[in-house]
Every structure is written in structure tokens, then in C-alpha cells.
């Protein structure tokens, strides 16, 4: 199969303009971005995306759980599409990269095939999953999951968030629940473009992260119950200090972790402690254990641990612990030919690359179990995202496109 030529680059600049345009939805207050999943900002993203795919001749549709989904024609109706794409929604102090990469590099792939007048057999389509950061409404990856047949969309509609609002209420309020049913399309490939999120590629020098598998995750919700009493009047041996319990929690997870490295991490990053006064001992603390590795059995021995020792350990300071698990996904090995062409475009763009396994969950670890899926990782200053400081330079983000531009390419045959 022929390959794209060498010389064939996207628009910089324009790609560049368009990251920034999309980064004044919901600004964040330290120069990143807060466009939760169905907030009044995530759904003035979803147009100003939509006005552009149709600016780009592509058709917008959506589906009952508010994917969108851009279709730029074939030339063989029967073929089925290769799809790119990723998400706008971002976490409450969020950058302006994570995700956004992904679904404009994707669109500024398709105006350059439109600049260049490159017909395509299979269709190309341009997609951002709704709700992959899941901070609003968990778990991550919640749209994505229902279009893999992962979850069921009843249960999507009924996830609720800090104030109890309902997903499906929100999605309708928003108008963006569209009437396609959720995984009625078949895809002959789906390509994600991200961010690294990490430290390794920037301090390795590469330009391009080939991304071979991703991380299995587990998240456990922990209930730690104690007996809330005044801080100055409760002697210390009569506590029943749920706060402590989750002293010692963080530990173990911690201890967990280590003992499996490499590639294997384990932190406490969600905590609400009650009542939360000063002057009362917490009566309780919810929390949420996140363990992620790329091999399953390791994964499933670090949660089984913790659902043995956990109990033990703090039933020895007086206090209770429930534990169940909220999210999860095990760890995907892409398709080794979508790898390749990833890889091979790297190689002939003649950018600096490294296989590497994705520390984060994204949408692409779900589709990868209905389809054939690959990603492409660019890097971070300082490895650092899930913050507004998160930043990456114009090169890094032309460079990631360009290879994403001829992976895609080179998966939906050029017709001459």
C-alpha cells in the first residue's frame, strides 16, 4: 500500500490557532481551561467544533450519549471509516492541551486533506467522546465505555455528580443528546492523538511517543468509619479518628505500589472528609484509590492486596472500612499494524520516537476492544497535565498531527 509522501505537513500555525481559540471556552483561573463534561462551556465547545468540521465539509452527527462524530466522505461507500479523534471536555483546572490535541489535530488532518485535494477510499471521521475525564461524573472514559458496550446507557444517564445532578438531565439541558443509537458504527480503524502527560518524552528528547499499550486502571471508592468527637475533650487513646485511618490508607497504597515496580503506580487522589470542622475528629472519610499497571495480573494482585490488608490495618485504630470498585478497564495492547504505521510515519516525517506505554486512561483503551486502535503521544513541558500550568510547544503539536495525518492516511488508502 502506498504511503503518504514525506513533504505532506499540516498548517502550524493554523492548528496552533485553533488550540488557542477552542482554549477561550471556560478559562480557568491560572491560564488553563475549566470546561467540565455538560457544563454551559463544554456545550459552546461542541458548537464552535461543529461549526468548524462544517466549515471543513464534513457532516456532524451525534449520538444518545452526545459523541460527535464528523464524516468527510470516501470514495467507496462501503468502506468502513478510519476515525480520529479525542475529547474537549477537560478536569476542574485543567489545561488547554489534554485532549483538545487529539480532536483539533484531527480536524487540522482533514483541512489539510482538504488543501490539498487528497481523496481518501475510506471515509475519515473526526470524533470527541463525551465525558473521558469523568471528574464531573464518574467513571472516566464513561461515553467512550457505553459505545464499547462497556456500560449500559441507562446507567450512564444515571451517574450523578457532587450536587446530584443527573447525567442524562445534564446532557439533554445542554442540547446535546443527539438520537443515533450509542455504538451503531463500525470503524476500520481509530487513531488518538494525546499529549504524553508524562515526564518521559521531553526528557528523552523525542518528539513522538509510539504508544504500544496503556495502563489497566482500578478505581476503589474507600469509606473509612470512625466517630466524629470534639478535638479538644476526646482523650487520644478513646479516638475513633477516621482522618488517621486515612493516614495509614495512603501508606499501604503507596507501599503497594512500590513493591510492584516497575510501571506500576498507586495514589489516593479524590477525598471528602466529614463534617470537616476544625475542632471535630472526622467521623468519616470517602476516598478513591487509583492503581494503574499495564499487566493484569500485577493490576489485580495490588487491588486484592489492598481489599485484604486495608480492613485489618485500620479495624487496629478503631475505625471501619468499605471499600468497592468505580471504574476500571483492563490493560489494552494496541494493533500491532496501526502501531507500525504509526511508527513508520514517525520514521519517514523523519521525527525522533520511542515506544512507550500510556500512564492514563483515554478513549482509545475502550474502542481498542471493537476496533483496531493505535495512539500517538507528543510531549509535555515537565511532564505536567490535570493542571493549568499543562503546556507543549507548536512543534510538538505539528509534530504529533503530521504523524497522525499520515498514519490515517496511509489506513484509508489515497486514491490517485
Not at 107 to 135: C, F, Q, S, Y
Request: glycine share 12%.
Amino acid at each position: 500500500m502506498a504511503t503518504p509522501a514525506a513533504n505532506l505537513r499540516i498548517n502550524p500555525d493554523r492548528l496552533w490557532d485553533s488550540l488557542m481559540e477552542m482554549a477561550k471556552i471556560g478559562p480557568g483561573v491560572a491560564g488553563g481551561n475549566n470546561r467540565q463534561t455538560l457544563t454551559d462551556e463544554d456545550g459552546e465547545a461542541r458548537h464552535l467544533f461543529k461549526r468548524w468540521c462544517e466549515e471543513a465539509g464534513m457532516t456532524v452527527g451525534v449520538d444518545e450519549i452526545g459523541n460527535m462524530f464528523a464524516t468527510r466522505p470516501g470514495t467507496d461507500p462501503e468502506a468502513l471509516p478510519v476515525y480520529m479523534g479525542s475529547h474537549l471536555d477537560t478536569q476542574p483546572t485543567g489545561g488547554k492541551y489534554d485532549g483538545v490535541l487529539g480532536v483539533l489535530g484531527a480536524l487540522e488532518a482533514v483541512r489539510t486533506m482538504n488543501d490539498l485535494g487528497i481523496r481518501t477510499k475510506h471515509p475519515i471521521v473526526v470524533v470527541n467522546w463525551t465525558n473521558e475525564e469523568g471528574t464531573r461524573f464518574a467513571p472516566a472514559m464513561l461515553a467512550s465505555g457505553v459505545f464499547a458496550g462497556k456500560h449500559d446507557l441507562q446507567w450512564a444517564y444515571d451517574r450523578v455528580d457532587a450536587k446530584g445532578k443527573r447525567f442524562g438531565d445534564e446532557l439533554e439541558r445542554i442540547g446535546w443528546k443527539g438520537e443515533e443509537k450509542v455504538g451503531a458504527r463500525k470503524m476500520h480503524a481509530m487513531f488518538e492523538l494525546h499529549i504524553e502527560q508524562g515526564p518521559i518524552l521531553e526528557a528523552e528528547g523525542k518528539d513522538i511517543g509510539v504508544v504500544t499499550h496503556g495502563q489497566g486502571l482500578r478505581w476503589i471508592e474507600c469509606t473509612i468509619t470512625g466517630k466524629e468527637s470534639h478535638t479538644g475533650s476526646t482523650p487520644m487513646h478513646m479516638r475513633k479518628n477516621a482522618g488517621r485511618g486515612l493516614a495509614l490508607l495512603t501508606e499501604l497504597v503507596h507501599e503497594i505500589a512500590m513493591k510492584n515496580q516497575p510501571n506500576a503506580v498507586g495514589a489516593i487522589g479524590h477525598i471528602d472528609v466529614y463534617p470537616n470542622s476544625r475542632n471535630i475528629i472526622p467521623g468519616k472519610v470517602v476516598c478513591t484509590v487509583d492503581m494503574r499497571t499495564h499487566l493484569l495480573d500485577k493490576l489485580n494482585g495490588m487491588v486484592d492486596e489492598l481489599l485484604e490488608r486495608a480492613p485489618r490495618l485500620l479495624a487496629e485504630i478503631g475505625v471501619g472500612f468499605e471499600a468497592q470498585i468505580v471504574g476500571q478497564f483492563d490493560p489494552p495492547a494496541f494493533d500491532e499494524g496501526l502501531v507500525a504505521k504509526v511508527r513508520g510515519a514517525a520514521e519517514r516525517l523523519g521525527y525522533s520516537h520511542r515506544d512507550i506505554v500510556s500512564g492514563a486512561g483515554h478513549d482509545a483503551c475502550w474502542i481498542n476492544d471493537v476496533a483496531p486502535t493505535a495512539m500517538i503521544m507528543c510531549p509535555c513541558v515537565d511532564g505536567l497535565s490535570h493542571n493549568e500550568a499543562e503546556e507543549i510547544s507548536k512543534d510538538w503539536a505539528a509534530a504529533g498531527t503530521d504523524v497522525l495525518l499520515h498514519a490515517a492516511l496511509e489506513a484509508a488508502e489515497i486514491v490517485d
